[in-house]
């Protein structure tokens, strides 16, 4: 078995406002869809995210005067990036996009909710102390391995694996069913980082031909 009830796919932040033309919009973003579209169906157990801010979230150069989008500040758990307001509670933005078909899905988590504290991880907020429960629920579940599709590689995509290998599980991203935003040498920083710390990379191609038999990207867990 390559990947099965131990393995859960892992999708992150597929949203509106993370489209081409939305609120923080990942260039290509919209074309991981049909791309994990054809992955979802080899994963029995699908897990999506959702990034989930309160208006006047602390990630919001709006909620700070004098500032601007994508400069940082530094907010009592560290330096934060600030963001044009996006995936607002409830808001069109916020909704996952029309096009992604993953009926099986089993939970979404949603991340970012507390005012104060940012959550790029679907494993524990930007303070680094409050988890979300994915550990727990996936431990739960008998799940050891994560795969890591969607928006933004550099960003959720990137601190969930990392923190998936925190909580130690197996991780592994799939490049080219994410795209990035690539702010400041973030991308590079990123797959160094994930690297680092023994995540995998691979393609969907690599995942796909795997489905059901030994796959070399993927050793038996
Ligand atoms: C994200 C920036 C702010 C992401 C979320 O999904 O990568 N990036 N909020
Ligand atoms: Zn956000």
Known sequence: MAYGAQDCLLVIDVQNDFMPGGA????????????INRLAPAFEHVVLTQDWHPAGHVSFATSHVGTAPFQTMMLPYGEQVLWPDHCVQGTPGAALHADLRIPHARM???????????SYSAFMEADRATKTGLAGYLREQGVRRVVCVGLATDYCVAWTALDA???????????????AIDLNGSLDRAWRELAAAGVRRTTADALRSGAGTHNPWLPES
């Open 165 to 179: 290998r925190a909580a130690g599980f197996e991780a592994v991203v799939v490049e080219d069913a994410c795209r």
């Open 108 to 118: 979404v988590i949603r991340k970012g909710h507390h005012a104060n504290v940012d």
């Open 24 to 35: 923080l919009a990942v260039p290509r973003g919209d074309e991981v869809v049909p791309i």
